[in-house]
């Protein structure tokens, strides 16, 4: 069995559809964009999770109208 050169498998596939010849070549260039993209996912669920804190925080009821 191959060992497994992306943690997803969109890059995987990436570079098993690449011929065979500048696969070496592109190697880390796929590896650092997969990198960059998992790092700016994390970003934005961190960026959310924190404005969803943040907005429970500093939430106030509002009063029941009657």
């Given amino acids: 069995m191959r060992k ?3 943690v997803t498998s969109f890059w995987q ?3 098993d559809k690449m011929p ?3 696969r ?3 190697l880390t260039h796929l590896q650092t964009a997969e990198r960059w993209e998992l790092f700016i996912g994390d970003l934005i669920e ?3 999770r924190a404005k969803n804190a943040a ?3 500093f ?3 509002r009063a029941k109208r009657a």
């Fill in 4 to 6: 497994k050169l992306f």
């Fill in 46 to 48: 961190f960026g959310s």
């Fill in 55 to 57: 907005v429970k925080l």
């Fill in 13 to 15: 596939r990436a570079y």
């Fill in 24 to 26: 070496g070549q592109y």
């Fill in 20 to 22: 065979e010849h500048v």
């Fill in 59 to 61: 939430h106030s009821p």
